[in-house]
């Protein structure tokens, strides 16, 4: 496959951005190699500036729910363009999406437009943190929540990647009140709790986590973490950033019957323009500036180019698209593993609706540390066989894969196609 140019502007990026990218999961540090610079995409596919065309799972890191350029996702933009870029002033737009979300989510009374999940989910810590009086809050092991001091601790997605185990940078004394646990294990949080429950201002979580590869929920453990947080009166914080509206309609929270004291959003609500958004019960709300004083802000918050493109992106996902993303998204699966037993390589294929991870084990991946026994070289050689296939996967064993509604039957027929010359290549 030719990459000349790709390694050429890597070469030049190097020269200007840390480790020559804008951010660390792009720069294929989990699977070795040259970055791909891409030069454009359309529907389920896209080229690099060689000319490879690659069918897409990546989507942007989800939020291309619908495909590259979607044509009504184009106009609508254009259309927000040609009013104005931005106006620093509250704007009708942003009352429609907000509108399109509450829709989905009515238990969501109140919410904040950011312009990432990072900022959603440092505002909700900040929020909980104001509104209890309390100063731990508890994260899982493996759960990524974007790359605010507070949560930069035992991290997921480029955190685990890189094999940080936690960021150099953040303070000792703000570290200290990020307490951690196991994913996925009740009884640790039910100890926790027990022993200091009254210090606790919140926990957050992933509600099917994505950040070190797909882990998918025990019955009854996100239903015991809200449980718990009414009990002793910490807030229940559920992060969205990367499930919302794909799992469901409603998100996980839909799929899982969810009521979290507070819930945050970015990617698909942005439809691949930058915003997040945090929200959830009025009374917690309304204690953010200016209502009260708890401050959060942002100069492009509510942009009215964002906010067309994720209402255009909401309103078109139908209960079609969701089926459509389930069974492609399941036959993807199965034809992976399929693949896999052929090849003789042992794999856990882990999926929750369009999200999915192979990992290359052969012990069940439930949590962090089940994760992390998977071998990651092996998928490193994986990952490559599969993009010389015409197959772009996230460049990391501890990443989701994403199937979009623009994925289509050829691209799922040519994945696992694909997958079978790969799993022989993975062995090295
Ligand atoms: P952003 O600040 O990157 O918009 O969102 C942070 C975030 C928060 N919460 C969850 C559950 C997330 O998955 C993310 C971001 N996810 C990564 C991919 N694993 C974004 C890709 C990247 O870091 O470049």
Known sequence: MKTDLSQKLFA???????????????AFKGVGGTPRF?????????????????VDYVGSWGPLILGHCHPDVMREVQEAMKAGASFGAPSPREILLAEVVQARMPWLARMRFVSSGTEATTAAIRLARGFTGRDDFLKFDGCYHGAGDPLLVKAGSGVETLGLPDSPGV??????????????????????FAERGGTIAAVITEPVVGNMGVLVPRPGFLEGLQALCTRHGALFIVDEVMTGFRLSA??????YGLRPDLVTFGKVIGGGLPVGAFGGRADVMDRIAPAGPIYQAGTLSGNPMAMAAGKATLER?????????????????EGLAAEARKAGVAVQVNRV???????????????????????????????????????YLPPSQFEAAFVSVAHTDEDIDRTIAAAGPAFAASKG
């Open 171 to 192: 303070p000792a004394d703000l570290a200290r009140h990020t307490l951690t646990l196991p994913w996925n294990d009740l009884a640790a949080v039910e100890r926790l």
């Open 250 to 255: 409603g998100g996980a929270c839909g799929l």
């Open 12 to 26: 030049r990026a190097q020269q200007l951005f840390p480790g020559g990218v804008n951010s660390p999961v792009r």
């Open 38 to 54: 891409i030069s454009r995409g359309r529907g389920s596919h896209m080229w690099d500036v060689d000319g490879n065309e690659y």
């Open 317 to 333: 996902l139908d209960a079609a698209g969701y089926a459509r993303m389930e069974a492609l998204s399941a036959r993807l699966a």
């Open 353 to 391: 609706g369009s999200m999915l991870t192979v990992f290359f084990s052969g012990e069940p991946v439930f949590d962090a540390q089940s994760a992390r026994k998977s071998d990651a070289k092996a998928f490193g050689r994986f990952f490559h066989a599969m993009l010389e296939g015409g197959v």
